[in-house]
């Protein structure tokens, strides 16, 4: 969930019309935003793009496919790699390549935005009930945590964000404000219909979600406590119990799936709460009383948010073993193969 690009140039331009002295932020807000605009942006976009792009591939290799767990981390990570993306082709308007203001590119990039920011927050919310039934009611996980269940659940997510979204397609376009052209909701009814969009958005990706995740977050939290290996805490609990293979491969990846929604949590909670603040000013005073200052710690927020992404892949890595055995063996056996086809072309 974020401020949808045309929101932004739409926003900024109006702003810096009626900007006044008092509204000019300090010079260390404007260099810790340039900094992170300009530099720490794109190093972010790209290392997420590119790691959720190698987890994607990780998670539906033959090995870890099975599990429904690794199917929703395969999708998350796929929607994330889009949306790194779309933000980065955003991120090129600053170094004067504005890609997206170009019909059809800036419908399209607006559209995706919406969908891929819809998709990744719900994934987080499933992600987290999967680990509550894994951790907390292991029998339930043999009907609940499957491949074909979990298909089905991120087919309807998929369907629901393309009904949901299908009118930004229409409603934004390219104008010229400024001598310069920008991707915007326009200053007719499509506008009003834009803004429509927006609070539905805001339900469906922050309030909703939100308050589903951190719900189930704080139910695990508080009974496990982070514990080192969350199958320790399963068996202090339910010592009597014997589970199968299948439900020990699921408490294996309970505590990644933890950690994915924590992080998701830590990290886009500032922005969620600046950009919530705003919108029940908004609501309150019937303006917009933002101005640069709001501007710029908005936009140093949003990286943050943006980091939430690229956190994930830095998970996997440090906590899950199944997922660095197979990422190793996807690069074993490339190099098999390049060794293997350089040996038939020397004889």
């Not at 767990?69 to 504005?98: K, R």
């Not at 009383?289 to 996997?316: C, K, P």
Request: net charge positive.
């Amino acid at each position: 969930m974020n401020f949808s690009i045309e929101e932004y140039y739409s926003i900024l331009i109006e702003i810096l019309k009626s900007a006044d002295e008092e509204d000019i932020p300090s010079q260390a807000l404007i260099d810790a935003w340039r900094i992170t605009e300009i530099y720490v942006q794109p190093v972010i976009c790209v290392i997420g793009f590119l790691g959720n792009l190698t987890a994607a591939r990780v998670f539906t290799s033959k090995n870890l496919r099975l599990n429904s767990s690794n199917l929703y981390l395969a999708f998350l990570s796929c929607f994330t790699s889009v949306y790194m993306l779309l933000v980065l082709l955003s991120w090129l308007a600053v170094v004067n390549v504005p890609v997206i203001n170009q019909n059809r590119i800036c419908q399209l990039v607006v559209f995706l935005t919406y969908v891929c920011s819809f998709m990744t927050v719900w994934l987080i919310a499933v992600i987290t009930f999967e680990h509550y039934v894994i951790v907390h009611h292991i029998r339930a996980a043999r009907f609940v945590c499957k491949r074909r269940k979990a298909k089905i659940l991120v087919s309807c997510l998929i369907a629901t964000s393309l009904l949901l979204y299908s009118t930004t397609l229409w409603s934004t376009r390219v104008e010229q404000r400024s001598n310069m052209l920008v991707c915007t909701p326009g200053s007719d009814q499509r506008a009003l219909l834009t803004r429509l969009v927006f609070f539905i958005d805001m339900v469906v990706t922050f309030l909703l979600p939100g308050i589903i995740t951190i719900t189930i977050i704080c139910a695990c939290v508080g009974r496990h406590l982070l514990m080192k290996d969350i199958r320790v805490s399963f068996f202090r609990y339910h010592s009597n119990i014997r589970i199968s293979r299948r439900e020990r491969s699921l408490l294996r990846i309970a505590r990644v799936l933890l950690l994915i929604s924590l992080s998701h949590v830590v990290f886009s909670s500032p922005c969620f709460i600046f950009r919530l603040c705003y919108q029940i000013s908004f609501l309150l005073n019937e303006e917009d009383s933002s101005n640069l200052q709001d501007y710029y710690i908005n936009q140093i927020l949003q990286n943050m948010y943006y980091f939430s992404f690229t956190a994930n892949f830095i998970v996997y890595i440090a906590f899950c073993a199944n997922f660095r055995l197979g990422l190793k063996s996807i690069f074993t056996f490339r190099r098999f193969k390049c060794s293997q086809h350089s040996v038939s072309e020397t004889t």
